[in-house]
């Protein structure tokens, strides 16, 4: 039995860039079918995308038959642009609106690589929750790997107007002290 366990341990892979973010919110890069076996250990009810251009059939097809919902967050400014700028605010505020509803837990937030659009994303949460920018920025770069635009990013995360998401009375625990502040 005990080695049973073990194979079945080792069978599971984690997406690229993986990480829990806070209890019930994870991110990562796109995943594929390797990581299949271990996304369903996260009991995940949403997933927000934050490109399309990357999710490809079998990832589609997990996501229905394991009656995940997937929310699609466009990056107007990015494939507008091809990269030039970072991206749109409203695919943070977006994003961060999934992310601000327990209704929609566990969440896992997912990019191709799971480093850039998904490092902003997340930067964006942080400073929400009233995080340092140099804890942001630290967390950022940790993922990020020397984006070419991580000054963009870091200056995005900075210029972010929190205002813009309304954390209500159906905002995840961790949003508490951020909740009783305002």
């Not at 073990?6 to 991110?27: H, K, Q, W």
């Not at 594929?32 to 996304?39: K, L």
């Not at 589609?60 to 642009?81: G, M, P, R």
């Not at 837990?105 to 009233?130: D, F």
Request: charged share 20%; net charge negative; with cysteine.
């Amino acid at each position: 039995i005990f080695m049973s366990k073990i194979a079945t341990m080792a069978s599971l892979f984690p997406p690229v860039n993986f990480n829990c973010v806070e209890d019930g919110l994870y991110r990562s890069g796109m995943p594929f079918e390797i990581n299949f076996e271990f996304i369903k250990t996260l009991k995940l009810k949403t997933v927000v995308v934050l490109t399309s251009n990357y999710v490809d059939d079998s990832v589609s097809k997990f996501f229905e038959e394991n009656n995940i919902q997937v929310v699609y967050v466009e990056n107007s400014v990015t494939d507008a642009l091809h990269g030039v700028l970072p991206f749109a605010e409203e695919m943070v505020t977006e994003s961060l609106n999934v992310i601000a509803d327990k209704a929609n837990y566990p969440v896992l937030v997912s990019c191709k690589s799971g480093k850039n659009l998904t490092g902003v994303v997340i930067a964006c949460l942080r400073k929400l929750q009233r995080w340092s920018l140099i804890s942001i920025y630290e967390e950022y770069r940790r993922y990020a790997g020397g984006s070419r635009l991580q000054q963009q990013h870091e200056q995005f995360v900075e210029l972010f107007d929190t205002d813009l998401i309304h954390l209500g009375s159906n905002a995840p625990p961790f949003f508490i002290k951020q909740i009783q502040q305002s």
